[in-house]
């Protein structure tokens, strides 16, 4: 799935190797590469455990919004708000720049760990402002850096995708099963009416 090939029922059913192509986990929909991430029959609680895990990392209050606002308008399946920062400020301008570039690099990509290298950047900025800001009494945390920031943002991500994939592939597994055991059941049949 990182390397984009995924195992989905419309890959299937290109191959004739199931009738249909509808979602296993039963939203009705089609399922095209990627519709675990945003299938609503999954719940959106997954996406609010990223948003807590920003907090708990003190991100940036603009990235945090710029962030979370356009996962959820992509797996909303509506269109990515604009990120309007104030332009005076060095931080908010990175934060529209970073905005911009995975934009055009894509949100679904976000959720294979293809994110803009800015974000890095722009949080960087953020926790040398908080560090500046510190009573000379505190020490400042020495986990708090933009690429150590970025790695566990992607390790979330990931999970995200994975943990939304696994529980597809359990529904999908539970389906075949319940088909197989249909078609035993009509092949006995049939044998036994050949009695
Ligand atoms: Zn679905």
Same mark, same amino acid.
């Given at each position: 799935m990182i390397h984009n090939w995924q195992y989905t029922k419309s890959r299937a059913m290109f191959f004739q190797e199931t009738k249909h192509s509808s979602c296993p986990l039963g939203c009705g929909m089609n399922e095209t590469a990627m519709h675990h991430l945003s299938c609503t029959t999954l719940p959106a609680s997954d996406l609010r455990s990223i948003n807590r895990w920003m907090s708990h990392q003190n991100t940036a209050p603009p990235i945090q919004i710029a962030i979370m606002?356009? !996962?959820? #308008?992509w797996i909303s399946d509506e269109p990515i708000p604009q990120f309007n920062g104030d332009t005076s400020d060095? !931080?908010?301008r990175i934060? #529209? !720049? #970073?905005?911009a570039?995975?934009?055009l690099i894509g949100w679904t990509q976000a959720f294979i760990g293809r994110l803009s290298t800015k974000w890095t950047t722009a949080q960087g900025i953020w926790y040398d402002h908080m560090r500046h800001n510190l009573p000379t009494s505190q020490k400042f945390p020495k986990r708090y850096t933009g690429p150590i920031w970025m790695k566990k943002l992607v390790a979330q991500l990931i999970y995200y995708n994975l943990n939304r994939w696994q529980i597809r592939n359990e529904a999908a597994q539970a389906t075949e099963s319940a088909e197989d055991y249909r078609k035993?059941?009509?092949?006995h049949q049939s044998t036994i009416t050949a009695l």
């Open positions: 606002r356009s !996962l959820k #308008a060095k !931080l908010d934060t #529209a !720049l #970073a905005h570039e995975q934009s035993t059941r009509e092949m």
